[in-house]
């Protein structure tokens, strides 16, 4: 089957059997491998996509739910001249990682929290990446990342 949607702000066609998940597809097809693939049950967050602006777990996710909408990748946070978005920068000026196999879920998770409440508690935050495990590092400079980038009011960004 044939779909259509626009990925990290670029129209995209692409041609799909209709068992593929989208973690599958971003990996193979588009070769945007910041797309992790671990539990493969929606309980680890390392595969974590932005979907019209939400999080999904794009290794359950069937690609072709994708089609006609908007999907963002960390691949697609930084701008055209490299520059990264505040969640990446925040994550490397706080240690926020050690193998950075979780990061990039981590941090489209916390880019959806953030567009969703600016300001969040220390509670909330904690909260809502609860889905998102990492086996490496404390959370403490996740949260105090995330932190940093909602008191600072740039949780926006360059993402396309």
Known sequence: ????????????????????????VLRARCRLTGVKLSCEAQVCGACTVLVDGL??????YLAYEARDRRVLT???????SGRLHPLQQAFMDNFAFQCGF????????AKALLDERPQPTQEEIIAYMDGNLCRCTGYLAIVKSIQQVAASGKKNGPAK
């Open 102 to 109: 979780c990061t990039p879920g981590m941090i489209l998770a």
């Open 74 to 80: 960390i691949e697609g946070l930084a701008d055209e």
């Open 55 to 60: 999080p999904v777990s794009a290794c359950t």
């Open 1 to 24: 089957m044939k779909i259509a949607f626009v990925l990290n702000g670029e129209p995209t066609q692409l041609e799909i059997e209709p068992r593929e998940t989208l973690a599958e």
